[in-house]
């Protein structure tokens, strides 16, 4: 044996434990991560109702922290009632992480429709509120910590999880229910768009004296980023510019409404007339196709936000982007 050959080895030896060090390192990170699941425009049918118990059943045996559905709980061309809406609410109830939901259209913007039952939208958007959210057991998301600045829009809210800011919007489909000849509608639509900016500004506020390092914005409406003439989401993007120029991390939007699955980057960074690349979107699938998104976030790693799509298979598909 040569008088080098013992320390060489040892050289060696330090070395692969060092890259196992990185690796188990890497591991942990990995393990760590936050991880939530997100879905939406579901179901529009008692079949999309029982795939779509599958798929949380799913979900949820990967013990998210918690799952998110982003509106649209009944197709537009279904009647709305309350027995649907409590139907969903016992779906949520027997989750067993807590839910973060917000409504979309079809469930009270669109019930004016002959189809849907010609009813008063405002006054089905007080009975979901009176079902999802008067009851605390039916979305179980104390444990998240959710801060609700006015009690009159119970489901805008905002967490922190981890160094991210969560904020939970109500813009929904149908252009955000703007309809300026009906003033009780219109008038709806102004105290949404205010309650919306003012529960933005407290939540940032929030996540600045917290510093948090990445935020999620969540709502149900594509507020369709490609035509800026599309006057119901106005605020929406006004606010979104207002967030923009106060917080320099990495954000995730994420909503539904036209059921096209979406992993992108639509904000266009005024400047440079480039995406802006710390700010995706996603749209999560929507009816006919039942699927969800597992959506992981690293704030060690880039890109932060990462997806997997997920169907309701018995041998458990998983689609990766």
Known sequence: MSPNSAPRR???????????????????????????????????????????ARLLEQAAAEEPAFIVHVGDIKGGAQPCTDAHNRAVARLFRDQ?????????????????????????????????????????????????????????????????????????????GSNNAWQPRIPARHAAFRARADANRALLSQALGAGGDAGVRAAVLIFHANPVFEQPGKRGFVPLKQDLQQFLARFDGPMLLIHGDTHSYKFDRPVIDPDTGEPLARVQRLEVPGSPIVAGVRVSVDLDTEPVFSVRTVLPSASEDWLER
Request: net charge negative.
């Open 10 to 52: 040892l050289s060696v030896v330090a070395r692969l434990g060092f890259l196992l060090f990185v690796a188990l390192l890497a591991g942990s990170a990995a393990a760590g991560s936050l991880r939530f699941f997100a879905l939406g425009d579901l179901p529009y049918s008692d079949a999309e109702a029982n795939l779509l």
């Open 96 to 172: 067993p992480v807590p839910v973060v939901y917000t409504p979309g259209d079809n469930e009270w913007t669109d019930c004016h429709r002959k189809a849907a039952g010609g009813l008063d939208p405002l006054s089905r958007l007080a009975s979901v509120r009176r079902v999802f959210f008067d009851d605390p057991a039916v979305l179980h998301n104390h444990t998240l910590g959710l801060r609700m600045p006015r009690p009159e829009f119970p489901e805008n809210a905002w967490f922190i999880r981890d160094d991210v800011l969560f904020v939970v919007l109500h813009v929904v």
